[in-house]
């Protein structure tokens, strides 16, 4: 026999994770992962045509063995598993809810940043004092040398929630010259927005984006 862990977003398959042999090992593995499942911030939409709400499941499957008929199985929490076979060959052995942790957009780099990311690349590599403000959907990091980092978010919301994430995270660790002013006031955005433009080469609607799509 052999089995595997798959990630599946809303329904469908999104990656395998891990392939074994030995269902023992296999499901150690996949039960340590439900119970250490721990993210700072959660993806909760993904950006596809629209923006839509995203659900993630960690799956254990074992491959289908038709000499063994029709077997009831239950998940290591004692509930019986149904519609089994969700992916041809394959039957589920056990699955769980999953939380996958947030990626963003930041202007001028070349990968998406986790949250933590952020905080040991655009926050913490020097002293300088540093505001942090929500524009719409971006969060604006600006240091007293007059740089700028950008971060894009899928709406309002999310970049409201980075911040809170951020700045929660420099309370616990009692980083002093960081200052979370959240949303920007009338003033803070007509000073900003012409910099952001000028720093970006962005076009004037995008500045104004309230999501990632128009």
Not at 29 to 45: A, F, Q
Not at 170 to 192: L, P
Request: net charge positive; with cysteine; charged share 35%.
């Amino acid at each position: 026999m052999s089995y595997k862990i798959v990630l599946y977003r809303n329904g469908k398959k999104d990656k395998n994770i891990f392939k074994s042999d030995k269902l023992n090992g296999i499901k150690i593995k996949y039960i340590n992962m439900v119970k250490h499942n721990e993210v700072m911030i959660p993806k909760r939409l993904v950006n596809n045509e629209k923006l839509k709400p995203v659900n993630y499941e960690l799956i254990l499957m074992e491959s289908k063995d038709v000499s063994k008929g029709e077997i009831v199985v239950r998940d290591y929490m004692g509930k019986i598993i149904r519609d089994r076979e969700i992916e041809p060959g394959w039957l589920v052995l056990e699955r769980s809810n999953y939380k996958v942790e947030e990626t963003f957009t930041v202007f001028g780099r070349n990968k998406r940043m986790t949250c933590i990311e952020i905080v040991k690349e655009l926050l913490l590599p020097n002293k300088l004092p540093k505001q942090v403000y929500c524009l719409l959907n971006k969060l604006v990091i600006e240091d007293d040398n007059d740089h700028m980092e950008i971060i894009t978010c899928k709406n309002e919301y999310e970049s409201g929630r980075l911040h809170d994430v951020l700045r929660d995270v420099c309370r616990k660790f009692e980083v002093q010259s960081i200052i979370f002013f959240g949303r920007a006031n009338y003033e803070t955005r007509s000073r900003i927005y012409p910099k952001i433009l000028k720093f970006t080469g962005w076009k004037g609607n995008r500045v104004y984006r309230r999501t990632t799509r128009p």
